[in-house]
Nanobody
Framework: QSQFVESGGGLVQPGGSLRLSCVAS????????VGWFRQAPGKEREGVSC????????EYVDSVKGRFTISRDNAENTVYLQMNGLKPEDTAIYYC????????????????????WGQGTQVTVSS
């Protein structure tokens, strides 16, 4: 059972946009680093983006940089992933999770907990 509920996925054409939401329970997202991960058929789960606790510093993998934007709404206790310019290779199930941090408290795209994955939300990019 996960602390997070992902939503916002769907079927879009290449070049389209989606906004994913990660809503937390039992944890205040302002005080933890949160990352988005995805898993496509036949591939391992990979980190996509993360946002650091308090500072809100964002990190992205090169494949999504310039297209995706991670953000946090403290009032709604929600982390978002705005996905623009979607490509077929973005097709995957997307998950959110608490991430590890480096010595400066900057998020690292490695899940801090590996036993609490949610159901994720499916993103399909197809023409």
């Amino acid at each position: 059972q996960s602390q997070f509920v992902e939503s916002g996925g769907g079927l879009v054409q290449p070049g389209g946009s989606l906004r994913l939401s990660c809503v937390a329970s039992t944890v205040t997202l302002e005080y933890v680093s949160v990352g988005w991960f995805r898993q496509a058929p036949g591939k391992e789960r990979e980190g996509v983006s993360c946002i650091s606790a308090l500072s809100g510093r964002a990190e992205y993998v090169d494949s999504v940089k310039g297209r995706f934007t991670i953000s946090r709404d403290n009032a709604e206790n929600t982390v978002y992933l705005q996905m623009n310019g979607l490509k077929p290779e973005d097709t995957a199930i997307y998950y959110c999770a608490i991430t590890s941090t480096d010595f400066t408290s900057t998020c690292i795209m490695t899940p801090a907990q590996t036993d609490s994955w949610g159901q994720g939300t499916q993103v399909t990019v197809s023409s």
